[in-house]
Structures are given as structure tokens and as C-alpha cells.
């Protein structure tokens, strides 16, 4: 018996996806604060602009990509 760490595999979206995520408006969750997709830092991680206060902070593409369009 191996007694070695197992660490979860995660997909990541197609780069040509998460791309397309760029510029544009999210919120976090249905009744969260709005945010833009400003840039992709990476394959699995973007820089977003929270609207309400302009602070800009990284944030998982998964994430995003589970986030509600904003209306």
C-alpha cells in the first residue's frame, strides 16, 4: 500500500473560453456585488475589478465561469 498524497484534478476551461471572459460584467453568486473580468493572468486564474469600490483582485476562471451574468 502507497502511502502518498492524492491531490484532486481540476479541469480547466479552454483558454479560447476563458478569453471570452473578458470584459465582461459578473456578480458573485445571484445577490453578490458585481464585478468585470478585467484580465487572464493564466490558464486557471483572472484579474477582476470589484465595480463597487474599483479594487481589483485575482480570482479563479472556475468561479467566474459558475458566476451569473450580470443583468
Given at each position: 500500500m502507497s502511502a502518498g498524497f492524492s491531490e484532486t484534478q481540476v479541469e480547466l476551461p479552454p483558454r479560447n473560453l476563458a478569453e471570452g471572459l473578458i470584459g465582461?460584467?459578473?456578480?458573485?453568486?445571484?445577490?453578490g456585488p458585481v464585478y468585470q473580468v478585467?484580465?487572464?493572468l493564466d490558464a486557471a486564474t483572472a484579474k477582476?475589478?470589484?465595480l463597487e469600490n474599483?479594487?481589483?483582485t485575482e480570482?479563479?476562471?472556475a468561479r467566474i465561469l459558475n458566476d451569473?451574468?450580470?443583468e
Open positions: 465582461q460584467i459578473r456578480t458573485f453568486g445571484p445577490d478585467v484580465q487572464l477582476i475589478r470589484i474599483e479594487e481589483d480570482y479563479p476562471v451569473p451574468v450580470a
